[in-house]
């Protein structure tokens, strides 16, 4: 492999540690998008739905959308090469941190409704923000699911970069190679 495609190599322990941290994110995000309900069995909302159990969900998806953004923010200020991979995966990790985002905002949106619903004056202010709960909601959990898949994406450009890692050779030593001996009088090497 050319010197300066080795060099342009994020280090193989920090990719493998990105990608540890990433698959961890991805499952969350993914098991979120499918743990968190807000209709009961028979697809209604409860009567009076919790708010407290809301509130959870939107700390939840802030939790995420802060890691996701400090790893992404990590990783790009850590990029020391311009290469198709690092584009690549900054452009998956910028994704993932605004998909996290408006998940986070939906399940706020969400929350906030259910505190309304019991100060709803009509019946028909009652069934506006249901809806509105019910929207927000789902719309948050598909912001979830697309975080996952765009963290999965950059995983797999990760995947693809620890390949390039497997066919560069790797020094055995930190140390540079001895320089040959300078040429003697003659101008033959010694």
């Given at each position: 492999m050319e010197p300066t495609v080795q060099r342009n190599l994020i280090p193989r322990d920090d990719t493998l540690h990105l990608v540890g941290a990433l698959d961890a994110?991805?499952?969350?995000?993914?098991?979120?998008?499918?743990?968190?309900?807000?209709?009961?069995?028979?697809?209604?909302?409860?009567?009076?739905?919790?708010?407290?159990?809301?509130?959870?969900?939107?700390?939840?998806?802030?939790?995420?959308?802060?890691?996701?953004?400090?790893?992404?923010?990590?990783?790009?200020?850590?990029?020391?090469?311009?290469?198709?991979?690092?584009?690549?995966?900054?452009?998956?990790?910028?994704?993932?941190?605004?998909?996290?985002?408006?998940?986070?905002?939906?399940?706020?949106?969400?929350?906030?409704?259910?505190?309304?619903?019991?100060?709803?004056?009509?019946?028909?202010?009652?069934?506006?923000?249901?809806?509105?709960?019910v929207i927000d909601h789902a719309t948050a959990r598909a912001y979830l699911r697309r975080t996952s898949e765009a963290l999965r994406d950059a995983v797999k450009e990760l995947n693809g970069h620890l390949d390039s890692h497997r066919m560069s050779p790797t020094p055995s030593h930190r140390e540079s190679p001895v320089p040959p001996p300078p040429p003697g009088p003659s101008g033959r090497h010694r």
């Open positions: 994110l991805k499952a969350k995000a993914a098991d979120n998008a499918q743990k968190w309900h807000l209709l009961d069995e028979s697809g209604h909302i409860p009567a009076e739905p919790s708010f407290t159990e809301l509130f959870e969900h939107v700390s939840g998806a802030q939790d995420l959308s802060r890691d996701i953004l400090r790893l992404t923010g990590d990783f790009a200020t850590s990029l020391q090469s311009t290469s198709r991979a690092d584009h690549a995966t900054l452009d998956h990790l910028a994704r993932a941190s605004t998909m996290a985002a408006h998940a986070a905002s939906h399940f706020s949106e969400t929350a906030e409704a259910a505190f309304r619903l019991p100060r709803a004056s009509t019946p028909a202010d009652q069934h506006y923000v249901k809806n509105h709960m």
